[in-house]
């Protein structure tokens, strides 16, 4: 990161403060007169201070600062210590949670298109257990110029939506301040990507921009429900046929709190956000953890080709954390036994980020993304219906090699949620339930919030995106590709142990198409075939 000090950039006026100061103070030890020391001096940091604390509240570049006037400036000294002193006193670039200081600086970077190279060779082990690496070519490729897209709709879809392989993952209006979503949606207009707007419903800040939007209806139906919280096709198929809307998505569980539903804490259901969702003020507004509207394999297909039929015709499809492996083959027998498919799944993994959550839910529930990605993948494979059912990624990625991993075993695409809140400004604060959100990104405090200047971030999110994608066809071209949908468990390997390396064809074996249908000896997926049923998420036997 460049560290100058440019005139009147906050560092520097800080500085300068502190000057000043040191320069009165010497005056001091000249001129030792009270009313110099008792009247000047304090004046002087005083108003100096003030200017200060004037000018961080009517500029635009910073939300820390126009919340936090003159106090932040703190934050960003530390930032300037070299990363010699840094090690000694605070983080390592590698350390933080859940995302590390290294990881965040690069959105940073990318999203300020600042420069976002290192120097002096890689701080990762290479040698320790569960490193993970990339395989270059000896004949590399030139850099493709095209947006990676792919097209999102099966056989039963009229209206197939041309997707970016790199999206704006579910977050919804309440959980994200209103200059949030306006940033995101008119960031991904102006890229050309699909912003989900969670399970909070379409939003009048979603609307405002313009932008492709994901609707994803969730088990509290926000935005298509009756007054007794039951879903209401009349009122889904009116707001699914603006041609905003690209494509519908039920949502079966997200991965920070598969099994227990949506949460957004009392304290951030405002009267705006009651209107929208059509629950009370004062109170949590919960999510039920299950659907009404079906309680089985073959009436959750019903539903997704319902949604669908509703919507006009645009892809609809399903997003979930994967938990008993026998509940997503008693979909996938669904399917075969109904003939309705989803048009995409999306998968979500146990360490996909949230509001609010459970620390159990977060820590300990759900499969990670990698395993669930590769679980559904094998499993579309195995009942011949891969090639129709397009795969989504969701959980902990915001570079371009996670993204470039999750393809290689099973995702068409990949979305981001937290990747791009930092693009806005986030800081890592881990304060989005309490509805103090230092950078006004998840809070409802129209005080807060105004920090998050819209016209400034729609860039940030938009050249987010952009440098991402660049840095993925610079790997792809190192490892002699030309395109997502050629990478392959092969294009990786990871360290089991200090002597063991296996390639990811190793730890993700693929089955053969139609495996599952002549019965497999696969131990991953034997007896979970034999346990699931179409007409029940409940074992047989």
Same mark, same amino acid.
């Given at each position: 990161?460049?560290?100058?000090?440019?005139? #009147? +950039?906050?560092?520097?006026?800080?500085?300068?403060?502190?000057?000043?100061?040191?320069?009165?103070?010497?005056?001091?030890?000249?001129?030792?007169?009270?009313?110099?020391?008792?009247?000047?001096?304090?004046? $002087?940091?005083?108003?100096?201070?003030?200017?200060?604390?004037?000018?961080?509240?009517?500029?635009?570049?910073?939300?820390?600062?126009?919340?936090?006037?003159?106090?932040?400036?703190?934050?960003?000294?530390?930032?300037?210590?070299?990363?010699?002193?840094?090690?000694?006193? #605070?983080? *390592?670039?590698?350390?933080?949670?859940? #995302?590390?200081?290294?990881?965040?600086?690069?959105?940073?970077?990318?999203?300020?298109?600042?420069?976002?190279?290192?120097?002096?060779?890689?701080?990762?082990?290479?040698?320790?257990?569960?490193?993970?690496?990339? @395989?270059?070519?000896?004949?590399?490729?030139?850099?493709?110029?095209?947006?990676?897209?792919?097209?999102?709709?099966?056989?039963?879809?009229?209206?197939?939506? *041309?997707? *970016?392989?790199?999206?704006?993952?579910?977050?919804?209006?309440?959980?994200?301040?209103?200059? $949030?979503?306006? $940033?995101?949606?008119?960031?991904?207009?102006?890229?050309?990507?699909?912003?989900?707007?969670?399970?909070?419903?379409?939003?009048?800040?979603?609307?405002?921009?313009?932008?492709?939007?994901?609707?994803?209806?969730?088990?509290?139906?926000?935005?298509?429900?009756?007054?007794?919280?039951?879903?209401?096709?009349?009122?889904?198929?009116?707001?699914?046929?603006?041609?905003?809307?690209?494509?519908?998505?039920?949502?079966?569980?997200?991965?920070?709190?598969?099994?227990?539903?949506?949460?957004?804490?009392?304290?951030?259901?405002?009267?705006?956000?009651?209107?929208?969702?059509?629950?009370?003020?004062?109170?949590?507004?919960? +999510?039920?953890?299950? @659907?009404?509207?079906?309680?089985?394999?073959?009436?959750?297909?019903?539903?997704?080709?319902?949604?669908?039929?509703?919507?006009?015709?645009?892809?609809?499809?399903?997003?979930?954390?994967?938990?008993?492996?026998?509940?997503?083959?008693?979909?996938?027998?669904?399917?075969?036994?109904?003939?309705?498919?989803?048009?995409?799944?999306?998968?979500?993994?146990?360490?996909?980020?949230?509001?609010?959550?459970?620390?159990?839910?977060?820590? @300990?529930?759900?499969?990670?993304?990698?395993?669930?990605?590769?679980?559904?993948?094998?499993?579309?494979?195995?009942?011949?219906?891969?090639?129709?059912?397009?795969?989504?990624?969701?959980?902990?990625?915001?570079?371009?090699?996670?993204?470039?991993?999750?393809?290689?075993?099973?995702?068409?695409?990949?979305? +981001?949620?937290?990747?791009?809140?930092?693009?806005?400004?986030?800081?890592?604060?881990?304060?989005?339930?309490?509805?103090?959100?230092?950078?006004?990104?998840? *809070?409802?405090?129209?005080?807060?919030?105004?920090?998050?200047?819209?016209?400034?971030?729609?860039?940030?999110?938009?050249?987010?995106?952009?440098?991402?994608?660049?840095?993925?066809?610079?790997?792809?071209?190192?490892?002699?590709?030309?395109?997502?949908?050629?990478?392959?468990?092969? @294009?990786?390997?990871?360290?089991?142990?200090?002597?063991?390396?296996?390639? #990811?064809?190793?730890?993700?074996?693929?089955?053969?198409?139609?495996?599952?249908?002549?019965?497999?000896?696969?131990?991953?997926?034997?007896? $979970?075939?034999?346990?699931?049923?179409?007409?029940?998420?409940?074992?047989?036997?």
């Amino acid at each position: 990161m460049d560290t100058m000090l440019l005139p #009147f +950039s906050p560092r520097f006026i800080v500085l300068t403060i502190c000057a000043v100061v040191t320069a009165l103070l010497l005056l001091v030890g000249i001129f030792d007169h009270k009313v110099f020391k008792i009247v000047v001096i304090p004046l $002087a940091i005083f108003g100096a201070l003030t200017l200060l604390g004037i000018r961080d509240l009517t500029q635009k570049n910073h939300a820390v600062l126009r919340n936090y006037p003159i106090s932040a400036h703190m934050r960003f000294l530390l930032e300037e210590i070299r990363p010699e002193m840094r090690q000694y006193f #605070f983080e *390592s670039e590698k350390d933080g949670m859940p #995302f590390s200081r290294d990881t965040r600086a690069l959105v940073y970077q990318r999203a300020k298109m600042v420069l976002d190279k290192r120097p002096f060779g890689t701080q990762e082990d290479v040698y320790r257990e569960g490193y993970e690496w990339m @395989h270059h070519s000896v004949a590399p490729k030139p850099r493709a110029e095209e947006k990676f897209r792919i097209t999102i709709g099966g056989p039963d879809c009229t209206r197939p939506y *041309s997707a *970016s392989v790199f999206n704006i993952s579910a977050m919804s209006f309440g959980a994200l301040s209103p200059n $949030a979503v306006r $940033a995101l949606n008119a960031g991904a207009k102006k890229g050309g990507f699909a912003h989900d707007t969670g399970e909070g419903g379409v939003s009048p800040y979603h609307r405002e921009m313009g932008g492709d939007i994901i609707w994803e209806i969730g088990s509290g139906y926000f935005g298509c429900r009756n007054r007794d919280g039951t879903f209401n096709p009349e009122l889904f198929a009116s707001v699914a046929g603006d041609d905003q809307i690209k494509m519908v998505e039920l949502k079966i569980s997200q991965g920070a709190k598969p099994g227990h539903g949506g949460v957004l804490p009392a304290a951030k259901v405002s009267e705006e956000i009651s209107k929208i969702r059509g629950v009370p003020m004062g109170e949590d507004c919960i +999510s039920p953890a299950y @659907h009404r509207a079906f309680s089985t394999p073959l009436q959750m297909m019903e539903f997704v080709a319902q949604m669908r039929k509703l919507s006009g015709g645009k892809p609809a499809g399903f997003k979930m954390c994967i938990g008993h492996p026998w509940e997503f083959l008693a979909i996938c027998k669904a399917m075969k036994e109904s003939g309705l498919y989803p048009d995409f799944i999306v998968v979500d993994g146990n360490e996909g980020g949230t509001g609010a959550a459970p620390l159990e839910f977060m820590d @300990h529930l759900g499969m990670p993304m990698r395993e669930g990605v590769n679980f559904v993948h094998n499993a579309l494979i195995g009942i011949g219906a891969r090639d129709r059912i397009k795969i989504g990624a969701a959980g902990k990625i915001a570079t371009a090699f996670d993204m470039a991993r999750a393809m290689a075993i099973g995702a068409d695409w990949c979305n +981001s949620a937290r990747g791009f809140m930092f693009a806005l400004g986030c800081i890592q604060s881990l304060s989005c339930h309490t509805d103090r959100c230092p950078t006004g990104v998840t *809070s409802q405090d129209p005080i807060r919030n105004r920090a998050l200047y819209v016209p400034g971030k729609i860039d940030r999110v938009y050249n987010y995106h952009h440098a991402t994608l660049h840095a993925l066809t610079e790997l792809l071209a190192a490892a002699g590709l030309e395109h997502t949908q050629d990478l392959r468990p092969i @294009h990786f390997s990871q360290r089991s142990s200090t002597t063991d390396v296996r390639t #990811f064809a190793q730890l993700y074996p693929t089955l053969r198409p139609g495996e599952l249908l002549e019965g497999t000896q696969d131990p991953r997926f034997r007896e $979970a075939w034999a346990m699931a049923r179409a007409d029940s998420f409940q074992p047989a036997g």
